[in-house]
């Protein structure tokens, strides 16, 4: 298995946005990473505000996967995110949202299983847990010649309750129950998710239907949407709700609805109480 090479990361206190600096000269293995953004983007051209140095920004450049693989890539970054976060020596439960969130435990101040009142959560699974976003992910493909894709990932490290974009967010240290994180967890974490990163492209990269089969059944283990009642807002402007039964070899999230069965390949998801 061929697996990309990292540079010594370039880092930033705070730059406009990893992406595009990364973007701007996009050779696989290198890797641009910031404390802030003042120009982070999510998907759709959605703007990312977090105050300076509580966030990270991760870039990390990979040679293209073959074709029927692509759309794994997103998914690939947040299962190498959640990998990190729970082997990390400041580990936190964390769990994936389909296509392209990460999420980690809502707990308040005593570190009790009561998220912080000020937190809604993005789902509460079977066991009562809460779960809030803690990272974003956007893939962006390189203009011609270059043969690259952009992964980025955007990760609430050390904010307090009240410094989170909304209020379905978390942070790191608010799973870990409020205690600001040491400087060393940055770089810690850091290792942790290129080393997954690198090697979940790898099996995507080999193209052959083990090496994805490989990284579906690892990354159905930790996403809390399939088996969930949803909404999926389609690129079109239109919704689908239904149950999210799967997601099938191209990465494309199965919803089984009123109306049949769907598959979606993009999409915002929405986790709905079901009734």
Excluded: F
């Excluded at 990998?83 to 769990?95: G, I, K, Q």
């Excluded at 101040?109 to 809030?132: F, H, K, L």
């Amino acid at each position: 298995m061929s697996v990309v090479r990292w540079a010594a990361p370039e880092r930033h206190e705070s730059i406009g946005s990893t992406n595009t600096e990364a973007l701007a000269a996009p050779r696989p293995g290198r890797v641009v990473v910031a404390d802030h953004q003042s120009e982070g983007r999510g998907r759709r051209g959605r703007r990312w505000d977090s105050p300076p140095g509580r966030g990270m920004a991760i870039s990390a450049v990979v040679p293209p996967v073959p074709p029927g693989s692509m759309g794994w890539l997103p998914l690939v970054a947040g299962l190498a995110l959640v990998r990190a976060l729970t082997e990390s020596r400041w580990p936190v439960p964390a769990a994936l949202k389909w296509p392209n969130d990460v999420l980690a435990l809502l707990r308040g101040p005593d570190v009790s299983r009561t998220p912080d009142p000020s937190q809604q959560p993005v789902r509460t699974t079977d066991d009562g847990r809460a779960w809030g976003k803690v990272a974003g992910i956007l893939t962006q493909v390189a203009d011609a010649p270059a043969r690259a894709v952009v992964v980025g990932t955007g990760l609430n490290v050390d904010h307090a309750s009240d410094e989170l974009p909304v209020p379905t967010a978390t942070s790191w240290r608010l799973a870990r129950g409020g205690a600001p994180l040491p400087e060393d967890a940055r770089t810690d974490l850091l290792e942790h998710y290129l080393h997954h990163l690198a090697d979940l492209h790898g099996r995507l990269a080999e193209g052959d239907v083990a090496g994805v089969g490989a990284v579906r059944t690892a990354y159905l283990e930790h996403c809390l949407t399939v088996g969930r009642p949803v909404l999926v807002h389609r690129p079109d402007g239109g919704r689908t709700r239904g149950t999210a039964v799967s997601v099938d070899p191209d990465g494309a999230l199965v919803v089984e609805g009123p109306e049949g069965r769907s598959v979606h390949h993009a999409g915002d998801v929405e986790h709905v109480r079901p009734g």
